[in-house]
């Protein structure tokens, strides 16, 4: 049974950088395409970023495009989430998730990680 755990995030200003990790066990994380999303407040959660199997294929949200970055390590079943330029409204818990077969952030994802907090102060 895969299990993923995030980590990495935490209190940053606007403009700064964060990078979270997703570290898979039970499993490796190389039979899957990982995703990022994240859920503030009182809102819905959204797709932030995937990237394939193979690590050949990314997706990105118009939202984070050219701030973030998603990368695999898969020497170390790790999927990490480079953030720069950080804005308030990043600010939300997030989490990332298993699936197996393509790179989407409107399909199902089949496992979860617990999420972790990002804030970004103004």
């Known amino acids: 049974q895969l299990q993923l755990v995030e980590s990495g995030g935490g209190l940053v200003q606007s403009g700064g950088s964060l990078r979270l990790s997703c570290v898979g066990s039970?499993?490796?994380?190389?039979?899957?395409?990982i995703g990022w999303f994240r859920q503030a407040p009182g809102k819905e959660r959204e797709g932030v970023s995937c990237?394939?199997?193979?690590?050949?294929?990314?997706n990105y949200a118009d939202s984070v495009k050219g701030r973030f970055t998603i990368s695999r390590d898969s020497t170390k079943n790790t999927v990490y989430l480079q953030m720069n330029s950080l804005k308030p409204e990043d600010t939300a818990v997030y989490y990332c998730?298993?699936?197996?077969?393509?790179?989407?952030?409107?399909?199902?994802?089949?496992?979860w990680g617990q999420g972790t907090q990002v804030t970004v102060s103004s």
């Open positions: 998730a298993a699936r197996r077969g393509l790179c989407e952030l409107l399909y199902e994802y089949d496992y």
């Open positions: 039970g499993a490796s994380l190389g039979f899957y395409a």
């Open positions: 990237v394939s199997a193979s690590g050949g294929s990314t």
